[in-house]
């Protein structure tokens, strides 16, 4: 599990599962309305809430609703309004938000969201991947993806944060059931710490009925385009924000995320010569095998963006740049080309002067188990690579059982 770089000493551990301890991480924010629609692996978090907010515990408005749709769209009714609204979801749920979603980030919303990572039916399947995160790649959302409960909880807060300065919604990914089910100890900062971390949100423009105004308004081919741009602009803008903010957050809670301006978290990788890169909870197995290795004098290290959007190319170009080869683990996948992960890594490595090559991996897929020798047969695999690799080469899919598909016998 990732371990923050700077522990408070005065800050009091609770073991909780992790589900409870992001909603609890939510109630610290203060959010002003609260609209969800159950969904597994998330339910626990907006169930959490509801009794906090029936408790007299959480002063917000807790909006029940029929759908996941509808949920993201009341987030956006209040945040226009200017609220600060939170939701959660997963898996299809998300899908059913993605189009709302869309319209919050056209619309500038700060709507922040948990959501519990999991596969996209069919098959159905309840267990964990990132397919639905990646589905919303392209949205003009915010995200984050933690590796442990403590990350889960900050995330939220930062998400807060970042997304109220720069205007653009924030999806705090973490993985369902090995997160949002696991009992690990964290730190829910108190109200004092938060208000001074992250003030009530004050927006330029609400909607308001004593000062009319559109919102989301039709917008004709020469308006459209600058839309995008402005949603573009702000993404990038929020790279900087993010680095203050992990500042700030180390300076008032005493969790330090600010490698890499807090876009990346890197174990052994400065003088690695093959390098694991991966994001969310698999983060814990791999740093047991760096550790298996460095025991044996062999440099492997790895590297974990905490950010996936916007996505840290430069910081990528410099944690990657001497590495002899790097493995890229990656749980999702684009059919018809390879995954989303590993080809944006190649692209933020085009222009730079040392191009590794890279070898991209598919396992873990709808909560399959990846075990500590599953990630060396993969370090030793990625041994062998060279940059004149072809496409099919560039590929594996460790965890595949041909016996279960037909021809498989010929893969």
């Known amino acids: 599990m990732a371990q923050a770089n700077q522990q408070n000493p005065s800050d009091e551990q609770e073991v909780m599962k992790g589900t409870s301890a992001v909603a609890k991480g939510v109630m610290a924010a203060d959010p002003d309305v609260v609209s969800a629609y159950?969904?597994?692996?998330?339910?626990?978090v907006v169930e959490k809430l509801s009794?906090?907010?029936?408790?007299?515990?959480?002063?917000?408005?807790?909006?029940?609703?029929?759908?996941?749709?509808?949920?993201?769209?009341?987030?956006?009714?209040?945040?226009a309004a200017g609220a600060r609204a939170f939701s959660a979801t997963s898996s299809q749920g998300l899908k059913l938000m993605s189009e709302p979603l869309f319209t919050a980030a056209g619309m500038r919303l700060p709507i922040v969201m948990a959501v519990a990572n999991r596969s996209l039916s069919a098959p159905l399947s309840i267990w964990a991947d990132h397919t639905d995160a990646f589905a919303e790649?392209?949205?003009?959302?915010?995200?984050?993806?933690?590796e442990d409960v403590q990350e889960a909880i900050d995330h939220v807060l930062l998400g807060f944060r970042v997304a109220e300065q720069v205007n653009l919604p924030a999806l705090s990914n973490f993985d369902g059931f090995i997160l949002t089910h696991v009992q690990e100890p964290a730190n829910i900062p108190d109200e004092a710490e938060v208000s001074e971390f992250l003030p009530p949100r004050d927006p330029e423009y609400t909607l308001d009925p004593s000062d009319p105004k559109t919102m989301g308004a039709y917008a004709r081919p020469e308006h459209w385009t600058e839309s995008r741009y402005e949603i573009q602009r702000a993404m990038m803008d929020a790279r900087e924000v993010w680095a203050d903010a992990v500042e700030e957050f180390r300076d008032v809670f005493g969790r330090d995320y600010t490698e890499y301006g807090g876009m990346l978290d890197t174990y052994y990788a400065d003088d690695?010569?093959?390098i694991v890169v991966a994001m969310g909870s698999i983060a814990g197995t791999i740093r047991n095998v760096v550790d298996a290795y460095r025991e044996d004098g062999e440099k492997v290290g790895m590297v974990r963006p905490r950010v996936f959007r916007p996505f840290p190319a430069p910081e990528l170009r410099d944690a990657l740049a001497d590495a002899e080869s790097v493995a890229v683990l990656t749980k999702e996948m684009s059919p018809g080309y390879e995954s989303a992960f590993a080809g944006e890594i190649k692209g933020a490595l085009?222009?730079?002067?040392?191009?590794?090559?890279?070898?991209?991996?598919?396992?873990g897929m709808a909560g399959r188990d990846v075990k500590p020798e599953d990630i060396a047969e993969i370090v030793e695999d990625v041994k062998t690579a060279t940059p004149q690799m072809s496409f099919k080469e560039s590929e594996s899919w460790p965890q595949l059982r041909p016996e279960l598909l037909e021809g498989g016998d010929d893969l």
Do not use: W
């Open 51 to 79: 009794e906090l907010v029936a408790d007299g515990e959480l002063d917000s408005e807790f909006i029940k609703v029929d759908s996941e749709f509808n949920a993201a769209s009341t987030c956006i009714g209040a945040s």
């Open 38 to 44: 159950p969904i597994t692996p998330q339910t626990g």
């Open 272 to 274: 690695a010569d093959h």
């Open 350 to 363: 085009y222009h730079a002067e040392s191009q590794p090559p890279i070898k991209s991996y598919v396992l």
């Open 137 to 146: 790649r392209d949205g003009g959302m915010l995200q984050f993806h933690a």
